[in-house]
């Protein structure tokens, strides 16, 4: 059944463009695979992030390592919520040195990423970050801004974007849900 | 002296009656004075005082939990006209002029009639006798000897006790604890339940093995042995053994462990933790049974205030001990009447004259007849409610019954002539 | 759910939880800088009534490497000797603002009063023949390691754990039969009758004083220390004759399948209960129970302060 409040933006084909041109401008900008190490922040970003990784080894080959990057611990409102769920956090090779590209679904206040900033300290003093995400939505709520975007999507605060992924969803889409009045 | 009528009450044998109170005797209601104060008396039953074989009333030593004249206020709001005041206060009772200390106080500030028991052993230290024979020569005219929160465990003291007190009709009244059965760490009945909590067991055995030991000592020695607070099945097949062979044996039963049960302890709380311990419920059916046939002959309370400060500590630290006296008339009815399982001349036997004469207290234990001691307490026996350990006479609060809905029979109490207690004065 | 005071307060899911988290926190201890923010803020107070250098140290690291502001209080015999009731020493560190007190205590229910009567949460950190929750958490954590070893998915049902030794005075077995009921494993408990616990039929596992039988099932053995001056108290003869009947001996120890996994909470008493053979084997777990430890304190304490002070949860 369609929900007459969601609205598809995007389907597999649009991700799979999208993708393709970010991980061309991840190559572009670091001139190559080399020193690269893209983290996945848990749950999206995770399968956003081998993608990429797929895409640029079939460009360049050779492999670019991709990890998990949990910020769970590393939330500041933490203390707003029942006790969350903790991801996983896999880093394949030593950050020191390397440019990390930190890859999310959705790009919305900033505080998941000023999270993983802290996260990344813990685990060591990469060479540059860089912030890729597959939608930008606006509403910043800290300076911070993306390198690489797949889709800038204006919304309202009111509404909400919902990225669905194969690997974890069945199937490819971008959507916008409008929050029903109660 | 004040006068009393008391018109329309029952008797426990059924019977109606106005009952006149005069200088401390009951008298022709003919005779009750013109200024006589009345109470209506209409579907109350009239009993004689009760009167408690085992009470801790902490003074001296213990002021903060409990004192001769808040203790024996409690006495009086439960119906009771005469109280055993245990010996092991601080200083211990075990020499005349500490026998004769607690009964001046009782006779100055008390609310009933106070009768110190004397220590058996020097200090309660199970080592040499006390000075029975002064003792009971004394004021206080002691006939009650009870080391009771320590067992007597050496079995040749034991026997000279029994002997020793024969001359002047003694009674050697004795805690029942095996030492080493239950020793120090025992602080829960043995059962699945303290395997669980991970309590130290306190076995039904350590007691009764006592018990069978003391009957035979008692009859050895031809001598009188109580039994203090059967807790039991074991030990009640004992003493309804010894009582068959005609051995002088008595035992009372508290009201705790009439009614309470071992699974109270689940959660740790320490108002819940007494000696001997709270059982299960085949031993709780088995002293119900033995009291109702006069095998357990009294019940004594064993009432036990104790300071929070001594309460608020882990389950195996904190001292043992639960109060008794305000609820325990309510707690035999509820057990004993309420089920069938007793009449009230029984409870009369069981509460007030077994006791009295347990202890050669010849005021006590009376008919309510005239010429005898005014000591009396008026029943209504429908009566009931939620038990507030905060609206309790006592000064500790260490009362098992708080939340529990109990039979609140006594409307007033009335002892040697005196109102001790009337409900809404 | 408030604290943690008894393994039965756990269901199977959050169990689970905490295990899984417990992995993750498990790798901190390879990184180079051991902190996570998560408990920023927090106030942590390990309260030892009794002492316990291995338990405290794990709780203090734990709860330090999650950022939580932690303090030692050494309260052994403290009140008591004052005058001064349990009650109010737990109410007046309470009323500084604590959010969390890990307790130890030689008395059993000592923990589950100090809860009814603060308003932080607390966690049994041992009570004295009581129980021991966080422990029974890390060996099952080991445990569960040592089941991935051999290749399987790490599910303890079925999985056969005979627990020898002074079951008595042991509040590491109460707790381990708890969690494993709601795991699926099936316990069997192997003492001296003298060493059991009142009314242990009554705890659905098997009871056996046949060690040698119980050993040719077992996928775990988990042995528990007995204490010498248990021989004092009449609960077995000597040493030897106990370590003949109930001791992890080099014989029985070479009988043993190498896949069966050997735990001890310790501290050990070589010789008596287990065999340095037994002790040191490449499938002895007792290494990895220790260094579970902090993970699996870690894992609780995040589940309990790591959210709002409402919905500490696990």
């Avoid at chain 2, 740790?268 to 002293?287: G, M």
């Avoid at chain 3, 988290?21 to 927090?42: C, D, F, S």
């Avoid at chain 3, 001056?229 to 003949?244: C, D, K, L």
Wanted: hydrophobic share 40%; glycine share 10%; with cysteine.
């Amino acid at each position: 059944m369609t929900d007459p409040s969601t609205h598809t933006i995007w389907g597999s084909a649009e991700i799979s463009r999208a993708l393709t041109r970010m991980a061309h401008e991840i190559l572009e900008s670091n001139g190559g695979t080399s020193g690269l190490l893209l983290l996945g922040i848990p749950t999206r970003g995770v399968p956003l992030a081998r993608r990429l990784a797929r895409i640029m080894a079939d460009t360049e080959g050779g492999a670019v390592p991709v990890g998990e990057l949990d910020i769970t611990m590393y939330r500041d409102d933490l203390r707003n919520n029942p006790t969350r769920r903790v991801g996983r956090t896999v880093v394949p090779t030593p950050i020191d040195g390397r440019t990390v590209v930190l890859v999310d679904d959705v790009l919305y206040s900033g505080r998941t990423i000023a999270a993983a900033f802290d996260a990344l300290r813990d685990l060591g003093r990469p060479k540059a970050v860089r912030l890729a995400v597959l939608v930008d939505r606006g509403h910043r709520e800290l300076p911070i801004r993306a390198d690489y975007v797949g889709k800038d999507l204006p919304t309202s605060t009111s509404e909400k974007v919902r990225v669905r992924l194969t690997e974890l969803d069945g199937s490819d889409e971008v959507a916008v849900q409008r929050e029903e009045a109660r | 002296m004040s006068s009393l009528l008391i018109t329309g009450a029952t008797l426990a044998d059924g019977t109606h009656a106005d009952l006149a109170v005069v200088d401390g005797l009951f008298v022709d209601p003919a005779e009750a004075p013109q200024g006589a104060t009345r109470i209506d008396a209409d579907g109350l039953l009239a009993l004689p005082g009760l009167v408690d074989s085992h009470t801790h009333l902490r003074e001296p030593g213990r002021e903060d939990a409990e004192t001769i004249a808040s203790g024996t206020l409690a006495a009086a709001r439960g119906g009771y006209t005469c109280v055993h005041a245990m010996a092991n206060t601080d200083p211990v009772t075990d020499t005349a002029e500490a026998a004769e200390f607690v009964a001046d106080l009782g006779r100055r500030q008390g609310h009933c009639e106070v009768r110190p028991v004397g220590a058996i052993t020097k200090g309660l230290a199970g080592e040499e006798l006390a000075e029975l024979g002064l003792m009971a020569k004394s004021s206080a005219g002691v006939r009650v000897f009870s080391d009771d929160g320590r067992c007597v465990s050496d079995p040749l003291l034991m026997r000279r006790a029994l002997t020793y007190v024969l001359p002047f009709d003694g009674v050697i009244a004795q805690h029942n604890q095996d030492a080493r059965l239950a020793g120090p760490g025992a602080c829960a009945h043995e059962s699945e339940l303290s395997g669980r909590l991970g309590l130290g067991g306190w076995p039904a055995v350590a007691e009764s093995i006592i018990v069978a030991r003391d009957v035979q000592l008692a009859e050895l020695c031809k001598s009188r042995l109580h039994v203090c607070h059967v807790s039991t099945a074991e030990s009640v097949e004992v003493i309804r053994w010894a009582k068959k062979r005609g051995i002088r044996v008595t035992a009372e039963a508290t009201p705790h462990h009439l009614l309470l049960d071992t699974s109270l302890l689940e959660h740790y709380d320490t108002t819940f933790k007494v000696n001997p311990p709270l059982r299960t419920n085949e031993h709780i059916e088995a002293v119900r049974e033995a009291l109702a046939d006069g095998t357990i002959d009294m019940v004594g309370t064993d009432h036990a205030p104790h300071a929070p400060q001594d309460k608020d500590h882990p389950f195996d630290v904190a001292l043992p001990g639960m109060l008794g006296l305000e609820q325990a008339l309510g707690v035999v009815m509820d057990v004993m009447i309420n089920t069938g399982r007793m009449d009230w001349a029984t409870l009369v036997q069981r509460m007030s004259v077994a006791p009295a004469a347990y202890g050669r207290v010849a005021s006590q234990g009376r008919p309510i007849a005239v010429g005898e001691p005014a000591n009396l307490v008026l029943v209504d026996p429908s009566a009931r409610g939620v038990v507030d350990r905060a609206q309790g006479a006592s000064i500790a609060k260490n009362n098992p019954y708080h939340g529990r809905n109990l039979p609140d029979p006594v409307i007033a109490t009335v002892w040697a002539g005196r109102v001790t207690y009337q409900r809404g004065t | 759910m408030k604290g943690l005071l008894s393994a039965a307060d756990l269901n199977a899911h959050e169990i689970e939880s905490i295990l899984d988290v417990a992995e993750e926190m498990h790798t901190i201890q390879q990184r180079p800088v051991k902190k996570l923010p998560a408990l920023r803020g927090r106030t942590i107070v390990n309260l030892f009534f009794e002492d316990s250098t291995r338990t405290r140290t794990s709780f203090e690291i734990a709860g330090k490497w999650l950022s939580a502001d932690t303090i030692n209080v050494s309260a052994k015999g403290s009140s008591v000797s004052k005058g001064e009731s349990m009650r109010d020493t737990m109410m007046t560190l309470d009323s500084m603002g604590v959010d969390a007190f890990v307790i130890r205590h030689s008395s059993s229910g000592a923990v589950a009063q100090a809860a009814s009567w603060v308003k932080a949460q607390c966690i049994n950190a041992g009570d004295g023949q009581h129980e021991h929750p966080t422990q029974a958490l890390l060996d099952a954590f080991a445990m569960r390691q040592h089941f991935r070893t051999l290749g399987e998915g790490g599910s303890f049902a079925g999985k056969r754990i005979a627990i020898v030794g002074d079951l008595l005075h042991s509040r590491v077995v109460r707790s381990n039969v708890l969690l494993q009921r709601t795991l699926g494993g099936k316990v069997t408990l192997v003492a001296p009758p003298t060493l059991l616990p009142m009314g242990v039929d009554t705890w659905g596992c098997e009871v056996s004083s046949d060690f040698d039988a119980v050993l040719d099932e077992a996928d775990i053995v988990m042995m528990l220390r007995v204490q010498r001056e248990r021989m004092s108290g009449g609960f077995f003869p000597t040493a030897r004759e106990y370590a003949a009947s109930y001791g992890l001996t080099e014989e029985r120890f070479a009988r043993l399948s190498p896949t069966v996994g050997i735990c001890h909470p310790g501290p050990m008493n070589r010789g008596v209960e287990i065999s340095s053979a037994a002790a040191d084997a490449i499938n002895s777990l007792v290494l990895d129970q220790v260094s579970a430890g902090v993970a699996v304190r870690m894992s609780v304490l995040y589940h309990l302060l790591g959210g709002a002070d409402e919905e500490g949860q696990l």
